[in-house]
């Protein structure tokens, strides 16, 4: 039914008038949406959005490239403590921090795909796991590291001394050189992170004004609003991003590594680049959102992003659909709205989930976005 | 002696039994079925649960029930009695576990059929009416949607649809979120202790010579020891372990060979469920009952059978051993705060040197 006749045509943004016309539908709602919504419906709204660049960001890299991440709130929380810290401590402008705290996550996610390259499948999984774990934990007793890390400095730079004049244990003998003092660095780092207890963090302030309602005509925009704008501005850009990316030659470099890495590779696409590149690109889409959830909650901490956050994102995209833009899209639609219906319900909140990812993958397994081309095929044929 | 290295070493060597206990549950599975089965710490204390409400609430019942059979008339306090009931206690918990093992293997995990579809709806169906009686408006209108969901696919239904290696993980987290939120809306959200069943009092600690020795860490070294022995020979020699190897080396060719592969798989999944009460019954012992009592444990003991890689019982357990020892090593002289998160680094490290775990051939992806 999608008969594409040459390439300039697959590479080509909008595929029909029909689409065309739709998605500009959708964005003028978008647009006016917080015009005629309560406080709310637009907090949901804006909360919605980003786990649509969530659920991208993962599908880059579970879906299209087929690498599996259990640990993705570890990107998250890296993107969210990066952006409040800046603007905290450095006094970064918020618009240069969310940035910011995206390549900072990228940067990570970089990291992590380099021993990722080693692993496949579940080796893979429980690696990613072990990171989105290790950076929870981490950010709640910094201090601890520290401490720790300031210890092994100092028993490292006496090494040396140790092994020359013996280990005497103790204070005496083997210090020979005094302990070092990181003094102003030290007082700086020291509880960066708030510790479990998490920090409150600034508000949006684009303008510097955004505690005030700003005017455009009659139309009155509350703070929450001009978040709400600011974070569908954002997603828009990166969905494009998204979209496009896939058409390049990078979105087909990774296509060809889930498919096959031996027939990719073959044909010339370098693996270790493209991987980490996956990688690199996810991370920064789930730093940005998490810079984004941490100004609009302004409330950071590390429960935040414990393993069920990671494991409900992949769920997310599993139940939307694998290696498709609109399946995250759908994915992330249903996992935020479905709590909101159930919440004040207690524990039927989290059964019913459960419930409902359990039957879309035995009933349809390539999630809704399965469900959605059956019905396309089945109109179009239609009496047939 | 608390700082003694000896009695460090042997808690942690208990510790990683039980890591390695449920690790063992969690290679079975991937073994056979290629599943990574997220929702196997969770069955554990959901059967742990239903354990501890058997000895807390129904003990003097089956106490009652035992002496009738036996026709002693013991008391209810300690003796003959109380470890008959608890064996009894124990008996009922492992077909039990057996039972929901292999109950979520043949309802979620296989391929749907029409016969399956319309079990379902009779199942959402008996739901709905439950929660009508019951008036619990928001547990009946889930019900009712589920209901309708299986109608309509009654009725659309094209052939059996096989589901996906990533889409099958994701079915097993589903079971874990529900299995979750069954037990804390059952049982609570609050700490319980098991009671001990050989009497009202706490373990002791044992001395062999210098060596300090927790009762209860002895009892977890035994068992597993025993586990070892028994699952060994059970593959080793025993026709449905046979069977077992044959089908997690090549499933069509073990089915050709008359083998009953579906079958096989639900026996296996059984198996991990009691594998995984046994370990979620001893951890509850060895610290506290909760909702969340397995997910640490679970999760240090799913790194660990990567760990091992995988595919290797052995290496369930010697990668629960080494992790629990070490784990504990760490917790004692560096930090006791950064324990997981330097677990989780071993992992990591030990992953980047042998990409496919300690003790298994290098990961082949089957085809």
Not at chain 2, 142 to 151: K, T
Not at chain 2, 199 to 216: D, R
Not at chain 2, 227 to 251: C, D, H, P, W, Y
Not at chain 2, 306 to 321: D, F, N
Request: charged share 10%.
């Amino acid at each position: 039914m999608d008969l594409k006749r040459n390439y300039y045509e697959d590479i080509k943004l909008i595929k029909s008038n029909f689409i065309g016309v739709w998605t500009l539908i959708l964005l003028v709602f978008l647009l006016f949406f917080p015009l005629f919504a309560t406080s709310f419906n637009t907090h949901i709204a804006s909360t919605l959005f980003i786990n649509i660049i969530i659920a991208i960001g993962l599908n880059i890299l579970v879906g299209y490239t087929g690498q599996v991440s259990l640990g993705h709130a570890g990107f998250l929380a890296i993107g969210a403590y990066t952006s409040v810290l800046l603007v905290m401590k450095a006094g970064f402008p918020m618009l240069l921090a969310i940035p910011t705290a995206g390549l900072m996550a990228a940067l990570f996610g970089f990291i992590l795909g380099l021993p990722a390259l080693r692993m496949e499948g579940p080796y893979l999984a429980i690696a990613t796991l072990g990171f989105g774990i290790a950076v929870e934990q981490v950010l709640g007793v910094w201090d601890t590291v520290l401490g720790l890390f300031i210890r092994f400095v100092n028993l490292f730079i006496n090494l040396p001394a140790r092994i020359v004049f013996g280990f005497r244990g103790g204070g005496g003998g083997g210090e020979f050189v005094p302990p070092l003092d990181f003094g102003p660095a030290l007082e700086f780092l020291k509880g960066l992170t708030g510790g479990r207890m998490g920090l409150k963090t600034p508000t949006f302030a684009i303008f510097d004004t955004m505690d005030t309602d700003i005017f455009i005509g009659a139309i009155r925009l509350t703070p929450d609003k001009q978040v709400y704008y600011l974070i569908l501005f954002i997603t828009v850009i990166l969905v494009l991003f998204a979209v496009n990316l896939m058409k390049s030659r990078i979105g087909r470099a990774f296509i060809a590594i889930r498919d096959s890495e031996i027939a990719a590779e073959t044909v010339g696409v370098n693996l270790t680049y493209y991987r980490t590149l996956a990688f690199a690109i996810s991370a920064f889409y789930a730093g940005m959102a998490g810079a984004l959830q941490a100004h609009m909650v302004q409330f950071v901490a590390p429960m935040q992003y414990s393993l069920i956050s990671s494991i409900t994102m992949l769920a997310i995209i599993v139940v939307g659909g694998l290696g498709s833009i609109l399946g995250s899209i759908a994915g992330a639609v249903l996992f935020t709205i479905l709590p909101q219906f159930l919440s004040g319900h207690g524990d039927l909140n989290v059964i019913v989930t459960g419930a409902i990812m359990v039957v879309i993958i035995m009933l349809e397994p390539l999630g809704i976005r399965g469900i959605w081309i059956r019905l396309k095929v089945y109109w179009m044929m239609w009496p047939f | 002696m608390d700082g003694d290295i000896t009695y460090l070493t042997l808690q942690g060597l208990a510790v990683g039994s039980l890591y390695g206990m449920i690790a063992l549950g969690v290679v079975l599975i991937y073994k056979t079925s290629e599943v990574l089965n997220f929702a196997h710490g969770n069955m554990g204390m959901f059967i742990t649960f239903c354990c501890y409400t058997l000895m807390e609430k129904h003990m003097p019942r089956i106490i009652v029930a035992v002496n009738s059979f036996s026709g002693g008339g013991g008391g209810i306090e300690g003796g003959l009695p109380l470890t008959l009931a608890f064996i009894l206690i124990l008996v009922i918990i492992f077909i039990s576990a057996f039972i929901l093992g292999a109950a979520i293997e043949f309802f979620t995990l296989r391929p749907i059929t029409k016969w399956k579809v319309i079990l379902f709806i009779a199942a959402t169906l008996a739901g709905c009416i439950f929660f009508l009686i019951r008036s619990n408006m928001p547990a009946f209108y889930s019900c009712l949607i589920f209901f309708i969901f299986f109608v309509i696919e009654f009725f659309t239904m094209g052939p059996a649809k096989e589901p996906t290696q990533l889409g099958l993980i994701v079915v097993t987290i589903g079971l874990w979120l529900a299995l979750d939120g069954v037990a804390s809306s059952r049982f609570g959200t609050q700490d319980h202790a098991l009671p001990n069943p050989m009497g009202p009092e706490n373990f002791k600690m044992i001395a062999f010579w210098n060596i300090e020795v927790s009762q209860l860490d002895l009892i977890i070294l035994v068992i597993t020891a025993l586990l070892i022995v028994l699952l060994f020979f059970f593959f080793r020699f025993s026709k449905v372990g046979t069977a077992m190897r044959a089908t997690s080396q090549v499933e069509s060719a073990a089915r050709l060979m008359g083998i009953k592969t579906k079958r096989i798989f639900a026996l296996t999944w059984g198996m991990s469920s009691v594998l995984g009460a046994i370990a979620g019954i001893l951890t509850a012992a060895k610290f506290y009952l909760n909702t969340n009592t397995m997910l640490f444990p679970f999760l240090k003991a799913f790194a660990a059978a990567t760990m091992g890689g995988l595919t290797s019982l052995p290496g369930a357990i010697i990668g629960g051993w080494i992790l629990g020892i070490t784990e504990n090593l760490f917790g004692f002289y560096v930090s006791m705060d950064l324990k997981t998160p330097f677990a989780f680094l071993v992992i990591v490290i030990v992953l980047c040197i042998r990409p496919s775990g300690l003790l298994a051939r290098h990961y082949v992806k089957k085809v």
